[in-house]
């Protein structure tokens, strides 16, 4: 297993931008790809960035293409998500994931073997 522990939620106005942080330790085995995911109340947690640990490919939900970024920062164990142009419907609250699979889908909740705890990110009109 693989112990992520995000930070970086708040509060924010519409248009403004947050970074998430989630830290990775106490890995026994290799993490192939790590991603952002979110969950709305009543609705189906969404992936909404993910990014392959060998060669840094990224993918995003067609939604917060252009705006959100996500990063990884191998000596420090650390993912990133910047997320800037922020929308009352990003509100939600947003899951770091890593994947000791073979990462065959980087935006698909099946793909990850283990999360975090969750941030909440709230955006305001």
């Known amino acids: 297993q693989v112990q992520l522990v995000e930070s970086g939620g708040g509060s924010v106005q519409a248009g403004g931008s947050l970074r998430l942080s989630c830290t990775a330790s106490?890995?026994?085995?290799?993490?192939?790809?790590m991603g952002w995911f979110r969950q709305a109340p009543g609705l189906v947690r969404e992936g909404v960035a993910g990014?392959?640990?060998?060669?840094?490919?990224?993918y995003y939900a067609e939604s917060v293409k252009g705006r959100f970024t996500i990063s990884r920062d191998n000596a420090k164990n650390t993912l990133y998500l910047q997320m800037n142009s922020l929308k009352p419907e990003d509100t939600a609250v947003y899951y770091c994931?890593?994947?000791?699979?073979?990462?065959?889908?980087?935006?698909?909740?099946?793909?990850?073997?283990?999360w975090g705890q969750g941030t909440q990110v709230t955006v305001s009109s």
């Open positions: 106490r890995y026994r085995y290799n993490i192939y790809c």
């Open positions: 990014i392959l640990t060998g060669g840094g490919t990224t």
């Open positions: 994931a890593a994947s000791s699979r073979y990462c065959y889908a980087p935006l698909e909740y099946a793909q990850y073997t283990d």
